[in-house]
C-alpha cells in the first residue's frame, strides 16, 4: 500500500475543503462577525492538509487501499476540526 499517495490525496481535499471555508470567512469580515468561529477550523484543515500534501509526494497510480485510507484519514481530521 502506498501511504505516501493515500497522505497526498487526504492533503488535497483537506485544503480544498479549508479553501471553502474562505468565502464564509468572507461574509463575516463584511458584516461584522466574529471571525475566529470561521478561521480556526479552516486552519485546522489547512495545517494538516499542508502537511500530508507536503508528505505525499510520489506515483499517482492509486488502488482502492490507498482511496479507502485517504478517505478514513479525512473524515477523521475533518471530524476533529
Known sequence: ????????IAGASLLGSAAAMALPLC?????GERLDL?????LCCALPGSLLLRYGRGERVISAREGLLSIGLCWLILSLC
Open 27 to 31: 461574509f463575516a469580515a463584511i458584516s
Open 1 to 8: 500500500m502506498n501511504r505516501k499517495l493515500a497522505g497526498w
Open 38 to 42: 470561521f478561521l480556526i477550523p479552516m
